[in-house]
């Protein structure tokens, strides 16, 4: 990890019930931030300035997204 990342997190998982209409409606709202699509695999797409940081898609388990089962935070932090 590197100080050149203005960034705290890593990234940010949320799961979605349908991908078309999530991924429509983040298009739109992140692109309002400078975020765009910078990944995608399946249902799954992940946006950014520049890297992956903020990802949506099916949850792991493909059961329906609900609140114990559809977030995931992951933080930049040094290990020393």
């Known amino acids: 990890m590197t100080d050149e990342n203005p960034s705290i997190t890593n990234h940010v998982s949320i799961d979605i ?18 975020a765009k699509r910078v990944h995608e695999d399946g249902d799954t797409v992940a946006y950014g300035k520049m890297f992956p940081e903020f990802w949506v898609g099916a949850p792991l ?20």
């Open 17 to 34: 019930s349908d991908p078309s209409v999530s991924h429509a409606f983040y298009d739109a709202v992140l692109g309002t931030i400078g």
């Open 61 to 80: 388990d493909r059961g329906t997204p609900i609140t114990a089962n559809g977030v995931h935070f992951d933080f930049f932090a040094s290990s020393t």
